[in-house]
């Protein structure tokens, strides 16, 4: 048995546009529908999973993710997770970084947390919690959440502080791939980060 088919790979989606997201607004409880053009990316995703067999897909309890999840045609084999739910921003909820740095110079959400939501040790101990859980499984997960987690779940995976998610942007609708390099346990990796299926090209008349 080839070793690696012993260990997870977890293909992890930041959820489609909303308006919020469009407009740069910290998002974490409220709950969201996509914008039609977060619905479109999100329905892209589905043909570029064709061909990988999902052992088990998991999704944030949020309206965002779910939905993703569902334009990408996994929904019917989904399960919630509430760790993969957004950072809470607390009293930041609905603000743009420029709003909080106007009156709090030098914030940083990696280094500084959340008034009234949460500490960067507090997303880090669930992050770190969903990755002893995830690396249980076997064969193809698919993970659907949120920007900020995700960034801090990435950088847990391979062992990083979660001041490192700081350098890890990540689009809407986008994907990437949490994996072993040559299939050993001890060597996380990031193998693949803010993929973007491209739209179609338009035709010609």
Known sequence: MNPGDQLPRIHV????E???SLAGLHTSRTDLPLTARGEEAARRLAGRLDGIEFARVLTSPRLRARRTCELAYLGAAAEIEPDLREWDYGDYEGRTTAEILSKHEGWNLFFDGCPGGESPAQVAARADALVDR?????GNVAVFSHGHFLRVL???????PVSAAQHLALATASLGV?????HRAENPVIAL?????????????
């Open 13 to 16: 989606f930041r959820h489609g």
């Open 18 to 20: 909303t308006v919020w």
């Open 134 to 138: 995830l690396r249980l499984l076997r």
């Open 154 to 160: 990435a950088a847990r995976w391979v062992g990083l």
């Open 178 to 182: 949490l994996d072993y390099e040559h």
């Open 193 to 205: 980060w803010n993929e973007i299926v491209p739209a179609a090209p338009a035709l010609k008349s």
